[in-house]
């Protein structure tokens, strides 16, 4: 049997039998197991090749599913959870006594999210069960954003027999989604997506403070979302232009104009650099505004010095 399939009632009954689906959703798509199932959570980090300290997103199908997970949810996470749910909205709250520690990696917290893709909704309804999910890729690499990406990247690490790669075409917003954790007061921003703090900010009518504490995601790492290319970043494509001149093996990445555009393109733009065997991208940062703050977090991630 092909990994690679669009039957979602094959996936549903994968997951229901312990399997990984590797599942599309707005942002990137994600390696989903059965929340509830401990042993196929645990060949996610397997696979993904990510630290067993590293908590995982849990999908549900349903925003009035909070409560079964949560515990005690405050209410700025009732209020992002009836207004950015679905979509590329994560919210850490206490974790419900029934979420196993090996999704949390440990923490008394969770991380919920209703995805909004249509795909992924129905999986989570046939299945019927929440779905634990990082991005489907190996850890620290940039997140796939399409089914061809997933199979790259860890195709070889599945198992046709038991697991499926569900393909939803490209993703729509192409960037992961918005953390906030409500188990602070004010909440703390932990990753930006596509929804922007002062979106975020509106929706709470309150003020949300930036990330403080010890590393929480592993987005927070100050070198993640990167390709094999070494990355360097510029302000404009005049900078681009001088700096390639002088620099071999570079690749020149400007994709400033529409910045729905520029986020969508982004991780498959740094993958077809390394695998056109690019040495280095230099990349025309987008304005710190919008969609543009999100896009520049990652590429500041892709471009820090690398581990090892
Ligand atoms: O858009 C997305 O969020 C995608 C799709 C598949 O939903 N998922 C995703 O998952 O990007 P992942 O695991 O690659 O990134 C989730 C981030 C990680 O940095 C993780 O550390 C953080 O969320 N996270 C999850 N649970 C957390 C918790 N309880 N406290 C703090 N951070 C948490
Ligand atoms: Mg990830």
């Given at each position: 049997?092909?990994?690679?399939?669009?039957?979602?009632?094959?996936a549903?009954?994968a997951?229901?039998?312990?399997?990984?689906?590797?599942?599309?959703?707005e942002?990137?798509y994600?390696l989903?197991?059965?929340?509830s199932?401990?042993a196929?959570?645990?060949r996610?980090?397997?696979v993904?090749?990510?630290?067993?300290?590293?908590?995982?997103?849990?999908?549900?199908?349903d925003?009035?599913?909070?409560d079964?997970?949560?515990?005690?949810p405050s209410?700025?996470?009732?209020?992002?959870a009836e207004?950015?749910?679905?979509?590329?909205?994560?919210i850490?709250?206490?974790?419900a006594?029934?979420?196993?520690?090996?999704?949390?990696?440990?923490?008394?917290?969770v991380?919920?999210?209703?995805?909004?893709?249509?795909?992924?909704?129905?999986?989570?309804?046939l299945?019927?069960?929440?779905v634990?999910?990082?991005?489907?890729?190996r850890?620290?690499?940039?997140?796939?954003?399409?089914?061809a990406?997933?199979i790259?990247d860890?195709?070889?690490?599945?198992?046709?027999?038991?697991?499926v790669?569900?393909?939803g075409?490209?993703?729509?917003?192409g960037?992961?989604?918005t953390?906030?954790?409500?188990?602070?007061?004010?909440?703390?921003?932990?990753?930006?997506?596509?929804i922007?703090?002062?979106?975020?900010?509106?929706?709470?009518?309150?003020?949300?403070?930036?990330a403080s504490?010890?590393?929480?995601?592993?987005?927070?790492l100050?070198?993640?979302?990167a390709?094999?290319?070494?990355?360097?970043?510029?302000?404009?494509?005049?900078?681009?232009?001088?700096?390639?001149?002088?620099?071999?093996?570079?690749?020149i990445?400007?994709?400033?104009?529409?910045?729905?555009?520029?986020?969508?393109r982004?991780?498959a733009?740094?993958r077809?650099?390394?695998?056109?065997?690019?040495?280095?991208?230099?990349?025309?940062?987008?304005?710190?505004?919008?969609l543009?703050?999100?896009?520049?977090?990652?590429?500041h991630?892709?471009?820090a010095?690398?581990?090892?």
């Amino acid at each position: 049997m092909s990994l690679l399939t669009t039957d979602v009632d094959r996936a549903a009954s994968a997951l229901l039998r312990g399997g990984l689906v590797a599942v599309p959703t707005e942002t990137v798509y994600g390696l989903a197991a059965d929340a509830s199932n401990a042993a196929a959570v645990a060949r996610i980090f397997e696979v993904k090749g990510r630290p067993a300290d590293h908590p995982l997103i849990v999908h549900l199908a349903d925003p009035a599913d909070l409560d079964e997970w949560a515990t005690a949810p405050s209410a700025a996470a009732r209020r992002l959870a009836e207004t950015a749910w679905p979509g590329a909205m994560t919210i850490i709250v206490r974790k419900a006594a029934k979420v196993a520690s090996v999704v949390t990696g440990g923490r008394d917290t969770v991380g919920l999210r209703v995805p909004a893709h249509p795909l992924a909704r129905r999986l989570l309804s046939l299945s019927g069960v929440a779905v634990a999910a990082p991005s489907a890729n190996r850890f620290g690499a940039v997140s796939p954003t399409t089914a061809a990406h997933v199979i790259d990247d860890i195709g070889h690490l599945l198992d046709p027999a038991r697991d499926v790669v569900l393909d939803g075409g490209p993703c729509e917003i192409g960037l992961e989604s918005t953390i906030v954790d409500t188990t602070t007061t004010p909440p703390q921003l932990l990753r930006v997506g596509s929804i922007t703090v002062e979106e975020v900010e509106t929706l709470l009518d309150d003020h949300v403070a930036a990330a403080s504490g010890p590393a929480r995601a592993s987005g927070m790492l100050p070198s993640h979302y990167a390709p094999r290319c070494a990355v360097r970043l510029v302000d404009s494509p005049d900078d681009a232009i001088a700096l390639a001149a002088g620099t071999s093996g570079a690749e020149i990445l400007d994709l400033t104009g529409d910045l729905a555009d520029f986020a969508r393109r982004l991780y498959a733009e740094l993958r077809s650099a390394d695998e056109r065997g690019a040495a280095v991208v230099i990349a025309v940062l987008p304005p710190a505004t919008g969609l543009g703050v999100a896009i520049r977090d990652r590429l500041h991630k892709a471009a820090a010095p690398r581990p090892g």
